[in-house]
């Protein structure tokens, strides 16, 4: 599953990282280091529920279940 951490930190970083020196790794806290804001949060869950065609519940779709790239791959996994 590398792959799948490689694929969310790069659409992580093209989207949200404002600047191309800030480095995000698969442990950067996202949500609580403000990278991720919570609109942010909304169009991640959407690319992810496209990308691996799943769907992923409100109630799971947590400031901390998003706070970093390795919390997203345990969390989709848990729906694929």
Do not use: W
């Amino acid at each position: 599953m590398e792959d799948m951490k490689g694929i969310i930190l790069e659409y992580v970083i093209e989207e949200y990282a404002d600047d191309e020196d800030d480095e995000i790794t698969f442990d950067t806290p996202l949500i609580s280091g403000g990278i991720v804001d919570s609109f942010s949060m909304v169009s991640l869950k959407r690319f992810l529920e496209t990308k691996y065609k799943i769907s992923i519940p409100d109630d799971k779709a947590t400031p901390e279940a998003f706070d970093t790239v390795n919390k997203i791959v345990v969390l989709v996994k848990e729906f694929l």
